[in-house]
Each structure stands twice: as structure tokens, then as C-alpha cells.
């Protein structure tokens, strides 16, 4: 039975985990590849996060909430058979809205480019696309990456590593294709 929570520790949890909720859904949205799909790991992960937030002693909260929405993707993924389809209204809607400001041609050039990087970064492993996703566009250390993966910083290294030599060679392949 998990530990209750006080309004002292609710407002703990507001100021600490909170402010993670955009990391955590795109780390659950880059892991399943669907809105929807991230969503319901995002509550669930939210809802455990709460339920346990009495226990977390740590001073990291974001690398913590990571690790749940993580552990949750992984416990959906065994139920659900694997990820679900891939939605591309996401990418194309958060392209148009990144590139805002841009002129005709910049907006062109930067949509092209992002879903070359998207598709690629999609394409790769699992093992390899959740560190390269961490890394690259959540910003996190190589021991926040370990402490999330529960991995030593080395496999961290390598997955990396590996990670973006696919990741350069699926690009250099998908632009020979354009």
C-alpha cells in the first residue's frame, strides 16, 4: 500500500515534479510515437510519481520522474505488444509552430531537414533511440542518462555512441533518398 500524501508533500510535488511534465511527455511521445499513447504513460507515470512522491530522497526530481515515465513505457509496451503506430500530425504540427517566424523558405528548409531528423530518429533502436533522445534533446548528463537507464555511465557511452553513428547513417541514406 503506498504511503498517503500530506498537502505539504502535494505541494512538494507540485514545485519539484511539475515543472518535468514537458520533458516527460516528449521522452514518452519519442518512446511510443503517438500523442494518445504518451498521454496515458504520461498520467499513469504522474499518478506513481504522486502515489510514491513521500519516498523519493533524492534531489533530482526531473531524472526521477524520467525514470517512472520510462519504467511505465516499459510496462505498457509488455502489455500492449510494442509501440502503436507512428503519428505524424505531432512532428508536422510542432514544425509548423517552431518554424513560425521563419520566411517561406526557411520554413521550407527547416520542415524538410526536422522530418528527415525525426524519421531517422524514429528508425533507430529502442535502446538506442531513448539515450540519443535523452542526450541530445532532454539535455541530461551522462549520469542522469545511467541513473534513468540503470545502466553504468559506459553502456550509457556506447548505446550513444552507437546511437548516433545509425542515426548519421540512416540520415545520410534518407537524404539520398530526397
Keep these: 500500500m ?3 500524501t500530506s498537502p505539504e508533500s502535494a505541494r512538494r510535488f507540485e514545485a519539484l515534479v511539475l515543472p518535468h511534465l514537458r520533458s516527460a511527455y516528449n521522452v514518452a511521445r519519442w518512446l511510443t510515437h503517438n500523442d494518445h499513447d504518451a498521454e496515458d ?3 499513469e507515470a504522474c499518478l506513481r510519481a ?3 512522491f513521500d519516498s523519493f530522497r533524492g534531489t533530482d526530481a526531473r531524472t526521477w520522474l524520467l525514470s517512472i515515465v520510462r519504467n511505465t ?3 505498457w509496451r509488455s502489455q500492449n505488444g510494442g509501440p502503436a503506430a507512428q503519428s505524424d500530425a505531432y512532428d508536422e504540427a510542432h514544425e509548423l509552430e517552431a518554424a513560425a517566424d ?3 523558405e526557411a520554413m521550407l528548409a527547416r520542415g524538410q531537414r526536422s522530418q ?3 524519421k531517422a530518429l524514429r528508425s533507430l533502436n529502442l535502446e538506442y533511440r531513448e539515450v540519443v533522445v535523452l542526450r541530445e534533446l532532454e539535455d541530461l548528463s551522462y ?3 545511467a541513473d534513468i537507464l540503470g545502466v553504468p ?3 550509457v557511452m556506447s548505446r550513444l555512441s552507437r546511437g548516433r553513428r545509425k542515426l548519421a547513417e540512416l540520415l545520410a541514406a534518407l537524404g539520398e533518398e530526397a
Excluded: C, K, N
Aim: no cysteine.
Design 2 to 4: 503506498p504511503p498517503s
Design 41 to 43: 504513460i504520461l498520467q
Design 50 to 52: 504522486f502515489r510514491y
Design 73 to 75: 513505457f516499459y510496462t
Design 102 to 104: 521563419a520566411g517561406p
Design 116 to 118: 528527415l531528423v525525426q
Design 143 to 145: 549520469r542522469e542518462i
Design 153 to 155: 555511465i559506459g553502456t
